[in-house]
């Protein structure tokens, strides 16, 4: 099995940042791609960014120019670094992960138990 903890969820003013990290941990061989996705209430969870094992990034429209993600590969670890927040960004964060637990096998989904991250106006 693959844990994922998120940490660096809180409460901040329009305009601030925060810097989500989600650490893997658990039976890994290796891992495919990690991203972070969000929900608001009311709403369906929606893709923030992911980052393939190549460095490939993807961003939602909504945070391009303005959230980052990066990994350290050594620590089996995603950041989503997250600047000029808007209150429209409220939403519980959730890490998810592609990873493969062995060399013979297809990877699997993963998800965090979520953060929180409020933006006040």
């Known amino acids: 099995q693959v844990q994922l903890v998120e940490s660096g969820g809180g409460l901040v003013q329009a305009g601030g940042s925060l810097r989500l990290s989600c650490a893997a941990s658990?039976?890994?061989?290796?891992?495919?791609?990690m991203g972070w996705y969000r929900q608001a209430p009311g709403k369906q969870r929606e893709l923030v960014a992911t980052?393939?094992?190549?460095?490939?990034?993807n961003y939602a429209d909504s945070v391009k120019g303005r959230f980052t993600i990066s990994t350290d590969n050594a620590k089996d670890t995603v950041y989503l670094q997250m600047n000029s927040l808007k209150p429209e960004d409220t939403a519980v964060y959730y890490c998810n992960a592609d990873v493969r637990s062995h060399p013979y096998t297809r990877g699997a989904f993963y998800w965090g138990q979520g953060t929180q991250v409020t933006v006040s106006s």
């Open positions: 658990g039976r890994i061989f290796s891992i495919n791609a």
């Open positions: 980052i393939t094992s190549g460095g490939f990034t």
